[in-house]
T-cell receptor, first 113, second 114 residues
């Protein structure tokens, strides 16, 4: 089946690292994505990882993928107040067709001084 | 390069009316997907259009429909509006071919049904 789960809330201190976790169910998923949504805005694509990779780093962002456990994480280094937003994990199952993304419920990241 | 443009940004409609939302994808992108975002159900896939054809469809009633024009612009229509249709409707643009089709989202249209 298709299901993506995320914890709903994360609070971190400015300057610390944030780690947002996600589990997915469809082993056919070829690509996994992280999106950011700020209040009143659409979704901003942050990064993605191909399913045959274990890790991808992009500036302050590190994505780790454990394909065996179907676990994905997003680490934000040196978290800033501007990182406060909702973060969505999404999978693109092969069976779903080209552009059907399955999203998690989103993790609300709160950054405090 | 211009991003994905959705119009209008906000809409207020009455139950029973119909509504049309518009999405202009990134230049060169041929795929447009639509999603509904609500606090209760989260982000749910509505349908995808590629080269003027519906390529994929989610689990929504027939009141939800869409189309795509030859310039890749897409519209979605909701007929006989219900209160539960109040949501943020997001459109995503992608190339539509190849294994990784990064999807870029517009700002959304917030529809309120009263």
């Amino acid at each position: 089946g298709e299901d993506v789960e995320q914890s709903l809330f994360l609070s971190v201190r400015e300057g610390d690292s944030s780690v947002i976790n996600c589990t997915y169910t469809d082993s056919s998923s070829t690509y996994l994505y992280w999106y950011k949504q700020e209040p009143g805005a659409g979704l901003q694509l942050l990064t993605y990882i191909f399913s045959n990779m274990d890790m991808k780093q992009d500036q302050r962002l590190t994505v780790l993928l454990n394909k065996k456990d179907k676990h994905l994480s997003l680490r934000i280094a040196d978290t800033q107040t501007g990182d406060s937003a909702i973060y969505f994990c999404a999978e693109r199952p092969l069976s779903g067709g080209y552009n059907k993304l399955i999203f998690g419920a989103g993790t609300r990241l709160a950054v405090h001084p | 390069k211009a991003g994905v443009t959705q119009t209008p940004r906000y809409l207020i409609k009455t139950r029973g009316q119909q509504v049309t939302l518009s999405c202009s994808p990134i230049s060169g992108h041929r795929s447009v997907s639509w999603y509904q975002q609500t606090p209760g159900q989260g982000l749910q896939f509505l349908f995808e259009y590629f080269s003027e054809t519906q390529r994929n469809k989610g689990n929504f009633p027939g009141r939800f429909s869409g189309r795509q024009f030859s310039n890749s612009r897409s519209e979605m229509n909701v007929s006989t509006l219900e209160l539960g249709d109040s949501a943020l409707y997001l459109c995503a643009s992608s190339r539509g071919t190849g294994l990784n089709t990064e999807a870029f989202f517009g700002q959304g249209t917030r529809l309120t049904v009263v």
